[in-house]
DNA sequence: CTTGAACCTCCAGTAGCTTGAGGATGTAGG
DNA sequence: CCTACATCCTCAAGCTACTGGAGGTTCAAG
């Protein structure tokens, strides 16, 4: 039996964290000691481990519930999973494209900026002026 | 002299959002027509399009506030500015790395995935089980 | 039996907006 | 000049996914 310390510990997560996942009904009520502390199972435990494993691959909550409905349910085809799965590829692939020309403009920014006053600044230039924008005009994704 | 929207339609931010810029102190309060509808002139443009453009390239609120006081003092080195840019960068370095894990494994997923049960899909096991985790278990970055 | 780390609940705060209610304004067409 | 209606206004609450703190209790080691 795990209490919500060492949970944390070994998934990575905060206390607070799995408190919190309780509360939004992520994770279930877990059993209590006689003083009202949590105690944890394996259940648990890797319930917790696939919601951060999730989460880090950028899955949101609301999707990882599901997922977590579906494993409930193992006999139905897992169609649904995989276009889970698919949308979140999609996203990251959108994120990368998005970082990777920051990545080159920041770069240019830091290169070109040797030290002068403020005026000279390509950073603050590059921030300005629109015609000299390597990116797309998008939406910020989350 | 433009209004709100058509603010909002030039730099492709929301109208509300603009509203909140202002509400923050990101943006200056604008004059008002008689009957209090607010008109902006091409200051402003310059300036939500500079912020646009850096929230675009990632930076925060914060960041992008200090960038604008750097540009209101062109005579300060821009040394400042440069280590905003530098920070950033190293940022979406991280933010990069961490999303071509996420792609790569989220590629096993989809292509692993052949239209099965749900009880055999890899989509729901590479996120049960960690010993198949390509990322690192660090902090989800913001 | 004491000590101190870890636990408890509840509440507020964070970023960066978004949405909605309920009402006022501005402008184009008739 | 008047009407219609898109756009504007304010204020307030809601969103995601936590994080942090206050103030108090429990548990395990020594």
Redesign the interface.
């Known amino acids: 039996m795990l209490t919500i310390g060492a949970l944390a510990r070994k998934t990575?997560s905060k206390v607070q964290t799995i408190r919190y996942y309780e509360q939004i009904g992520l994770m279930p009520e877990p059993g209590r000691t006689e003083g009202g502390q949590r105690r944890y199972g394996d259940a648990e435990l890797?319930r917790l481990?696939?919601i951060?494993?999730?989460?880090?691959?950028?899955f949101r909550l609301e999707a990882i519930r599901e997922?977590l409905n579906?494993?409930d349910?193992?006999?139905?085809?897992?169609?649904e999973?995989?276009s889970?799965?698919?949308r979140?590829?999609k996203q990251?692939?959108q994120?990368?494209a998005?970082?990777?020309a920051?990545?080159t403009?920041?770069?240019r920014?830091?290169h070109e900026?040797s030290?002068?006053?403020?005026?000279?600044?390509r950073?603050?230039e590059v921030?300005?002026d629109?015609s000299e924008?390597l990116?797309d005009?998008n939406e910020?994704g989350a």
Chains 1, 2 share one sequence.
């Open positions: 990575g890797d481990s696939f951060r494993h999730a989460r880090q691959l950028g997922l579906l494993s349910q193992p006999d139905k085809p897992c169609q999973a995989d889970i799965a698919r979140q590829l990251v692939e994120r990368l998005r970082l990777e920051l990545r403009e920041l770069e920014m830091v900026c030290g002068g006053r403020t005026a000279d600044c950073v603050l921030l300005r629109h924008c990116t005009h910020i």
